[in-house]
């Protein structure tokens, strides 16, 4: 196994990928570098002398700038490099890209659930939904008692009356607790947040359009929602952003105000009768054969490390190009790690609007973050630093691998639904779990996670596939990884052949197989307010 990797000709700096101690080492076959100092795994090696103010390389892109003169073979940190990106233009060119080949996948199919308007779901949820913080105790409540009493949890005080509600008698509620109810519905998720009210009305607004999205997901059957009533995010505002945004979408919804109502108590058993009614009817919908063309899959990087641009994002890239090519949709998003890459994604939009769009969102954001007394340049966190990741650019470059090289098709604002097959570009922070809340409230219904540190997240409502780039993590956090893309690293695999692997896991996944998150019930959800988020 070699111990330093050039990834783009042009580079010139190379990535050790193990920890190196003074001494030659080779490199793209015939090559070999003098390394003159310590470096240590995942972290980058001049290739060349570079003084003070010289451009480091990366991936083919300027990803940093020397701010102490370094000797080839010297190790590249925090201490000599700076962020450092490329100018953008819309240039008139024709972009050109080799599809993959999908004749290995042309005529597979997932077990997904049909919806009227012609979506299909992985996963058949039945959704809380609070329009203002003041309904998350009676969420709570709420779920305390149907997690029991439909077998997904534990008993309160409402558990009689909910089982009454299922036609059983009090004498049968003790020895149905463990048993599954509803063998068609995969379970009922709540939405706790801290929105609806106080803010901005933008804030509301923003808020409304992300829960849209969720209620009309292809993974959800239903939705509850819960109104307290004096706030700005009222249930008619609701209503008509949900007509504006899914107009063809056929989906029960159940609405309740508190204050319209006489008591708390009767509002909870509102909510738990109307909801069992609601989930009798959900219940008879099951699993059926669809095409990998319904497939409409997030991609995600978290905890990077020095590896994933080498290893898991290129693979989930190639699985995106092979999902476009296919006739599906993934999302890329994330902006603030698209930062010095903008370039290739302008020269990949298939129109100039697209790029415009792209390249106007991309500033706003930019400039918001700078007016904060921040910018895309603070975005490496320190494990990303401590594991070779120290400048944005880096960062981005690696990060952007995830979309492959297909064309751009649509970029969306955050709250915007997918509209286009192929590769869809969606404004997001980098902050892991506002990112794939925003991708799953676009209509994700399988997101793929990268990560090289490990990280837990998972989607209330979409199944998050965790993805290490490295083995060691893969062994090491068994419990939370469901795919290893590090034998990329070990030579044991190659990218196409990883991605295609990924393939098979998304197909599994979206027949039902309960992903590593959805074991651990962990059900992340953050929306993002517009602010300064990296």
């Known amino acids: ?167 059983k008698s009090i004498n049968t509620v003790e020895s149905s607790l463990n048993q599954q109810v509803f063998q068609n519905i995969d379970g009922i998720r709540f939405l706790y947040h801290d929105g609806g009210c106080g803010g901005t009305r933008q804030d509301s607004e923003t ?13 959800v059957a239903g939705a509850t929602v819960l109104s307290l009533g004096c706030q700005h995010a009222q249930i008619d505002w609701f209503k008509e952003v949900q007509k504006e945004l899914y107009p063809n979408s056929e989906k029960l919804v159940i609405y309740l105000e508190q204050q319209k109502i006489k008591s708390e108590e009767q509002l909870i058993k509102t909510a738990i009768s109307e909801t069992i009614e ?32 080498i290893s898991a994002n290129p693979a989930v890239g190639h699985a995106s190009d092979m999902l476009t090519t296919l006739g599906g949709s993934t999302i890329l998003s994330e902006f603030p790690e698209l930062n010095g890459v903008e370039q290739n994604i302008v020269d990949r939009c298939e129109s100039r609007t697209t790029a415009e769009k792209f390249l106007t969102i991309q500033e706003a954001y930019h400039q918001r973050a700078k007016a904060a007394g921040s910018g895309f340049d603070m975005n490496p966190s320190p494990g990303n630093i401590k594991d070779g990741l120290i400048t944005d650019a880096i960062k981005s470059a690696g990060a952007a691998k995830k979309g492959g090289e297909a064309p751009v098709a649509d970029v969306l604002d955050y709250t915007e639904p997918v509209t286009k097959l192929g590769l869809n570009l969606l404004c997001t922070p980098g902050n892991d779990v506002e990112s794939t809340t925003g991708m799953a ?8 996670f990268t990560t090289g540190l490990g990280t837990p997240t998972g989607n209330p409502i979409t199944p998050v596939i965790k993805i290490s780039s490295n083995t060691k993590l893969f062994q090491t956090m068994p419990d939370i990884i469901d795919f290893n893309a590090g034998e990329i690293i070990s030579g044991k695999k190659t990218i196409p052949q990883v991605g295609e692997e990924i393939i098979e896991e998304i197909i599994t996944v979206a027949s039902g197989k309960k992903t590593k998150a959805m074991q651990l019930d962990q059900n992340d959800f953050i929306p993002w307010k517009r602010g300064v988020s990296l």
């Not at 203002?132 to 077998?151: A, H, M, P, S, W």
């Not at 808020?207 to 849209?212: E, G, Q, V, Y």
């Not at 669809?290 to 997030?298: D, N, Q, R, Y």
């Not at 409230?441 to 793929?448: D, R």
Request: overall charge neutral; charged content about 20%.
């Open 1 to 167: 196994m070699s111990k330093l990797l050039q990834i783009h000709p042009n580079d010139n700096c190379l990535v050790a990928l193990s920890d190196l101690k003074p001494g030659s080492y080779g490199f793209n076959g015939d090559s070999a570098l003098n390394v003159v100092e310590f470096v240590p795994e995942k972290h980058k090696v001049a290739l060349t002398d570079l003084p003070i103010g010289s451009t480091v390389t990366q991936y083919g892109v300027s990803v940093g700038r020397t701010t102490k003169d370094v000797k080839k073979g010297g190790w590249l940190n925090t201490e000599n490099l700076e962020h450092l990106a490329d100018h953008t233009e819309i240039r008139e060119i024709e972009y050109n890209w080799q599809k993959p080949d999908i004749s290995r996948f042309e005529s597979r199919t997932f077990m997904g659930y049909h919806r009227a308007n012609g979506k299909v779901g992985t996963a058949n949820y039945w959704l809380f939904v609070p329009l203002v913080f003041c309904e998350n105790r009676n969420l709570r409540i709420i779920q305390e008692t149907l997690d029991k009493v439909l077998g997904y949890k534990k008993e309160n005080e409402y558990s009689t009356y909910a089982s009454q509600c299922l036609g």
């Open 207 to 219: 808020l409304l359009r992300l829960l849209a999205g969720y209620v009309h997901h292809p993974n």
């Open 278 to 309: 609601g989930l009798k009817e959900a219940d008879k919908t099951e699993r059926q054969p669809a095409p990998l063309t319904k497939l409409v899959v997030g991609l995600e990087c978290g905890a990077s490390d020095g590896f994933s641009g």
């Open 441 to 448: 409230g676009s209509g994700a219904n399988i997101i793929l």
